[in-house]
């Protein structure tokens, strides 16, 4: 399964930051960066069971959390990335980077074809700002949009893990 440091990934990312497989063991610390990053709780038991079922990544420094993407199975051969945070002292130093090109190689190395992620204004504690900047780090990650509500609230974006 192995791990990346950030460093490596990432071309000049953050040194000392190791990219892994997701375990039980590391729910805690992905709730609580929910909590201290999106400030809204995290389900634990749900998380735990993405994590066991779906491959789901984390960063980790000094045994912290400081990002993850965890999925769960949205077809056989899609998974449907529920969440993705990178602690806010931790951003916009190519983690966040680093950390979806190892869950999307992961992906792909499981047998998954594809990725259907959702980005909203509507969830607790989301900004115009900070969606803004997600819905950018998508596009730049080669994910494209596929839906958008009326009102601009929600879109729904997609991965080919199949495209070169």
Same mark, same amino acid.
């Given at each position: 399964?192995?791990?990346?440091?950030?460093?490596?990934?990432?071309? %000049? =990312?953050?040194p000392?930051?190791? $990219?892994?497989?997701?375990?039980?063991?590391?729910?805690?610390? $992905? +709730?609580?960066?929910? =909590?201290? /990053?999106?400030?809204?709780? /995290?389900d634990?038991?749900?998380?735990?069971? &993405?994590?066991?079922?779906?491959? !789901?990544? +984390?960063? &980790?420094?000094? %045994?912290?959390?400081v %990002? @993850?993407?965890?999925?769960?199975? @949205?077809?056989?051969?899609?998974?449907?990335? &529920?969440? +993705?945070?990178?602690?806010?002292?931790?951003?916009?130093? =190519?983690? %966040?980077?680093? *950390? +979806?090109?190892?869950?999307?190689?992961?992906?792909?190395?499981?047998?998954?074809?594809?990725?259907?992620?959702?980005? !909203?204004?509507?969830?607790?504690?989301? !900004?115009?700002?900070? &969606?803004?900047?997600?819905?950018?780090f998508?596009?730049? *990650?080669?994910?494209?949009?596929?839906?958008?509500?009326?009102?601009? *609230? !929600?879109?729904? $974006?997609?991965?080919?893990? *199949?495209?070169?």
């Amino acid at each position: 399964m192995g791990t990346a440091t950030a460093g490596a990934a990432a071309r %000049g =990312g953050v040194p000392g930051v190791v $990219i892994r497989l997701a375990a039980r063991e590391d729910v805690p610390g $992905i +709730v609580a960066l929910i =909590g201290r /990053g999106n400030h809204r709780r /995290g389900d634990a038991e749900k998380i735990r069971r &993405c994590v066991l079922r779906a491959p !789901s990544e +984390v960063a &980790c420094r000094d %045994g912290e959390v400081v %990002g @993850f993407v965890y999925a769960r199975r @949205f077809a056989p051969d899609v998974l449907e990335w &529920c969440n +993705v945070a990178v602690a806010p002292e931790y951003r916009r130093l =190519g983690l %966040g980077t680093a *950390m +979806v090109q190892k869950a999307e190689d992961e992906a792909r190395r499981f047998g998954y074809v594809a990725l259907v992620g959702a980005n !909203s204004r509507l969830h607790p504690g989301a !900004s115009a700002e900070h &969606c803004h900047a997600a819905r950018a780090f998508w596009e730049r *990650m080669g994910w494209r949009e596929v839906l958008r509500t009326p009102d601009g *609230m !929600s879109v729904v $974006i997609v991965k080919d893990l *199949m495209a070169p």
